[in-house]
């Protein structure tokens, strides 16, 4: 029983293989076709280009002082009912998650007027180095959505998600961020403006939040009768002052350039070779499936 069924195997793959031969031309013929269909495919796809920056977390002065009024003023602030922070706080967290946010990527498109050439690109014209956009969406002239052509927020922010490029380093610390566009110079453009409008984001939080605390101290001040209390309010307010100092004279806020972004000479996708490669096995697969069904479901007559 066992040696029919290995001889019945046998007689399967030459069988097998005899049809693969005699489709041969079949296969050749489809997988060649699916060839040049990628290579056509493969050369409409436009150029991406990647300008990063690499950027260290700038040291957060104003949150140190906090921290040491914590451990030595805690119990006696929470008499007074005020929670002083147990810890450093990390304004680089903060900042990773700003500008992944929908309202950064709304004020930072509006503040350069990047929508059109985020949504209505047409291509990139390298002798002039410019981005041409498309009459069909966009008019130039006006500038102005043609109607019903104004894309929605919610494919605006996923189009600004799938140009930003974040990338942190655990070990490190070190944050990567940049912006992928079909043009080499808006790439590196839309970097330098998103490190510069990050920082300024988290600068002009911090000082608002420390503005706000200082009036509410000074309130404190007048209305406990404790010294020890003002003392506290008194070390407090210094500490947001400082924190308001470092704010308005440190340029680089949040993050540290530590590499800036340049404009690349290089695209960084798509991958036309790889592409070629996997639509060229797709076809040669399928060709091989079709032969095979092709014999298996109308089997010629003996």
Not at 16 to 40: K, N, P, Y
Not at 108 to 128: G, I, R
Not at 231 to 255: G, H, N, S, W
Request: hydrophobic residues 45%; proline residues 4%; glycine residues 4%.
């Amino acid at each position: 029983m066992s040696e029919q069924q290995i001889y019945d195997d046998e007689i399967d793959l030459k069988e097998l293989v005899l049809t693969l031969w005699e489709g041969r031309q079949t296969i050749a013929t489809i997988t060649g076709l699916a060839a040049i269909v990628s290579v056509i495919f493969a050369l409409m796809l436009p150029n991406i280009y990647h300008s990063t920056a690499t950027l260290a977390p700038a040291s957060s002065g104003g949150q140190g002082g906090l921290a040491s009024l914590a451990s030595r003023y805690g119990n006696l602030a929470s008499i007074a009912g005020i929670d002083l922070p147990e810890g450093e706080l990390s304004k680089k967290d903060l900042a990773l998650e700003v500008v992944r946010s929908r309202k950064f990527a709304r004020d930072f498109l509006k503040k350069h007027d990047l929508k059109p050439k985020l949504m209505a690109v047409d291509y990139w014209d390298a002798d002039n180095n410019t981005l041409v956009l498309d009459d069909d969406l966009y008019d130039v002239k006006t500038k102005k959505w043609l109607e019903d052509e104004e894309p929605l927020d919610v494919d605006v922010y996923g189009a600004f998600e799938d140009a930003l490029i974040v990338n942190e380093n655990s070990t490190t610390g070190m944050v990567e961020l940049g912006f992928k566009s079909k043009s080499p110079t808006e790439a590196q453009r839309w970097t330098n403006w998103a490190i510069e409008d990050l920082n300024n984001a988290i600068r002009a939080k911090d000082i608002a939040e420390a503005e706000s605390s200082i009036a509410f101290l000074r309130e404190q001040v007048k209305s406990t009768p404790l010294a020890e209390l003002r003392k506290v309010f008194y070390d407090l307010i210094q500490a947001q002052t400082e924190t308001i100092m470092l704010a308005q004279v440190r340029e680089e806020y949040v993050f540290a350039t530590v590499d800036p972004a340049v404009v690349p000479d290089k695209k960084a996708e798509p991958s036309r070779a790889l592409i070629c490669i996997l639509i060229t096995m797709l076809g040669g697969m399928v060709s091989v499936i079709f032969v095979l069904g092709r014999h298996y479901m109308h089997p010629e007559p003996n």
